[in-house]
């Protein structure tokens, strides 16, 4: 209980954050620049009671995309996605993506830094840009995105 309590509050101050932190004066100071939180994944063991819990708490609708990930729409427009844990095992919460100038650069710095990687950049099959993944030196799964290809 405490996990969801801790999820759904996540959840809504990332989506009160967006519109602040776009009009932060500290936007544009690091080597790395992250123009905002541009989407996340949440990761579940059970697909049928997160689209019941989130559908009726928020109205996001769902569209599978493939045979365990699904978009996730709030008046029609995607905002995020939802990852059906291989196995009904239960995942690592919920991962934000940045959006960075350049995806492989700024997993090099992370990498530097100590960060350890789950996915290696990559473009999106949709030709929207790149991705990658990486845990923080908490183990949070943090993801990049970039309009720009690898």
Known sequence: MKRMAALISTLVTLTIG???FASSPEL???THLARGVVWFDLMV???SHTQKFYGSLFGWKFRQLTSNYYTVESGGVP???VDLMPGG???DGIAIYFEVTEVKATLEQAKIQGAQVILEPKNLPSGAGSM???RDLEGNPVGLFSKNHV
């Open 18 to 20: 967006i519109t602040s």
């Open 28 to 30: 544009g100071k690091g």
């Open 45 to 47: 063991s059970d697909l």
């Open 79 to 81: 905002i995020g996605g």
């Open 89 to 91: 095992t239960k995942g």
């Open 132 to 134: 990658a993944l990486f």
